[in-house]
Nanobody
Framework: QVQLVESGGGLVQPGGSLRLSCVAS????????MGWYRQAPGNQRELVAR???????NYADSVKGRFTISRANAKNTADLQMNSLEPEDTAVYYC?????????WGKGTLVTVSS
């Protein structure tokens, strides 16, 4: 089993920055890619950023140039640095881990961008 715990959400003004962190525990050697997804009220959950074990990344078009995902395999962590935040970034952000045949989700952390 793999467990994920997110931290770092909160309230920030437009144009501000936040850093989200995800720590994995359990049978972490089974984890292939890790990612961050988000879900705003009334919307479906969507991919924000994803990083593979060898460091390859992909981003949603809406966050390219503003968000950066990083991963420390030795520490079993995946962070999301979010800059130039916009009200449209307001959502619950979920950490995700891909393991063979399955996916694991964290409980989510709320990010609110508002003045």
């Amino acid at each position: 089993q793999v467990q994920l715990v997110e931290s770092g959400g909160g309230l920030v003004q437009p144009g501000g920055s936040l850093r989200l962190s995800c720590v994995a525990s359990g049978i972490t050697f089974r984890i292939n890619a890790m990612g961050w997804y988000r879900q705003a009220p009334g919307n479906q959950r969507e991919l924000v950023a994803r990083i593979t074990r060898d460091g390859s990344t992909n981003y949603a078009d809406s966050v390219k140039g503003r968000f950066t995902i990083s991963r420390a395999n030795a520490k079993n962590t995946a962070d999301l640095q979010m800059n130039s935040l916009e009200p449209e970034d307001t959502a619950v952000y979920y950490c995700n881990a891909e393991i063979p045949g399955s996916q694991v989700w964290g409980k989510g952390t709320l990010v609110t961008v508002s003045s």
